[in-house]
């Protein structure tokens, strides 16, 4: 905040309340959509593979099918996997003492310490909200939806990819 600090009022709070619940509702509606898409990519896998146990020889088709929902499924899981770092990257910025990652290694009472500093003035309060909510925030951004938007691209080019060589090799057999 600038020099001219005034108290943050109910509505900014009630805002970064409001935002603070809206990053971890997308948070969870990645990880939902992500459970999906590893649970539908593992039975379009699973299928694929059956085929080729089942004494159907390795087609193109198959091929890419089960290939697409390998790679679809592992991304799908690198956005749900949990990743935290227990310290700031810039020596000179504070902590986010909101997220475990960066007070699980500390001894509680340090914690305890450092967060009741932090809670010390209503500004300081504040700024450890919009901090969390940044954080929050690159986190869906750079992670989660990342590997969502790619995981769902693969998936999708993998069945359209599929399906063409079907057809493809349907029209080659006439």
């Known amino acids: 905040m600038s020099e001219d600090k005034q108290e943050a ?3 900014s709070i009630y805002l970064l309340r409001t935002t603070q619940q809206h990053h971890v509702q ?8 992500a459970n999906m898409l590893i ?15 089942s004494g159907t020889e390795l087609s193109w088709p198959l091929l890419v099918l089960g290939v697409s929902a390998a790679i679809s499924a592992l991304l799908a899981a690198m956005a749900v996997i949990p990743t935290f770092e227990a310290s700031p990257k810039d020596a000179h910025e504070r902590p986010n003492l909101l997220f475990f ?4 290694r ?5 914690y305890i310490d450092a967060l009741e500093k932090q809670m010390a003035s209503d500004d ?7 901090h969390d ?7 869906l951004a750079k992670k989660k939806y990342r590997y969502l938007r790619w995981s769902y691209s693969i998936f999708m080019i993998g069945i359209v990819a599929t399906l063409l060589l079907f057809a493809v090799d349907y ?4």
């Open 124 to 130: 300081d309060v504040y700024r450890a909200m919009l």
């Open 106 to 110: 500390m001894a509680e009472a340090d």
């Open 39 to 53: 649970g539908a990519a593992f039975v379009v896998f699973s299928i694929s593979v059956s085929q080729v146990r």
């Open 9 to 11: 009022s109910e509505q």
């Open 101 to 104: 990652g960066a007070f699980h």
């Open 171 to 174: 029209l080659a057999r006439l």
């Open 133 to 139: 909510i940044y954080q929050m925030g690159q986190v």
């Open 26 to 33: 997308l948070s969870l509606m990645a990880d939902h959509k």
